[in-house]
């Protein structure tokens, strides 16, 4: 998944307006314009798509632990210059304060079946024994499963037909 798949996702999951995604943006201490979210949020073949980079994502993923749970006091962390879908899902889980069984449930709902220990792979270090890369699939289903949850008027032929963005 791109990183503005994700942006897409999660701004449709939780019904974020522009205004919305700039208010998560800066509760990081980032700010970002409606022309930057705007360009960001559109399709790839429009002509004034932009990428979201890495960094952009993981400050907005900051930003949402923040909105969700509150702000730590003192500076805030350093987003990551390089993420990957493991550290992605760990924020998700952060900002959403979901334990082990609510994401195996949310998983589960979106349309994929783990056991609890394939889930705690994608939460170890990189290089420990037992780490695993959480593949585009992984993230997509958890994502499903959020929009399940979060948009239950939404009628899941919709979702799925429109890939939630």
């Not at 998700?92 to 589960?108: G, S, V």
């Not at 079946?113 to 890369?133: D, M, P, Q, T, W």
Request: proline share 2%; glycine share 6%.
């Amino acid at each position: 998944m791109t990183n503005n798949d994700i942006l897409r996702r999660v701004r449709f999951i939780f019904d974020f307006n522009d205004a919305k995604v700039i208010g998560v943006f800066a509760q990081a201490d980032c700010q970002v314009t409606r022309e930057d979210v705007s360009s960001w949020l559109k399709k790839d073949e429009d002509p004034d798509y932009k990428s979201c980079s890495d960094s952009q994502i993981a400050t907005f993923l900051n930003g949402l632990i923040n909105d969700k749970r509150g702000k730590k006091e003192g500076a805030q962390p350093e987003p990551e210059k390089k993420i990957n879908n493991n550290i992605v899902l760990r924020k998700l889980k952060i900002a959403l304060n979901l334990h082990n069984d609510e994401l195996l449930r949310l998983m589960k709902d979106g349309g994929l079946n783990i056991s609890s220990h394939e889930l705690s792979a994608f939460f170890r270090r990189i290089g420990h024994k037992h780490y695993r890369v959480c593949k585009d699939q992984v993230l997509r289903n958890f994502l499903r499963g959020l929009q399940y949850r979060h948009r239950p008027e939404t009628k899941r032929d919709e979702i799925d037909n429109e890939g939630g963005t």
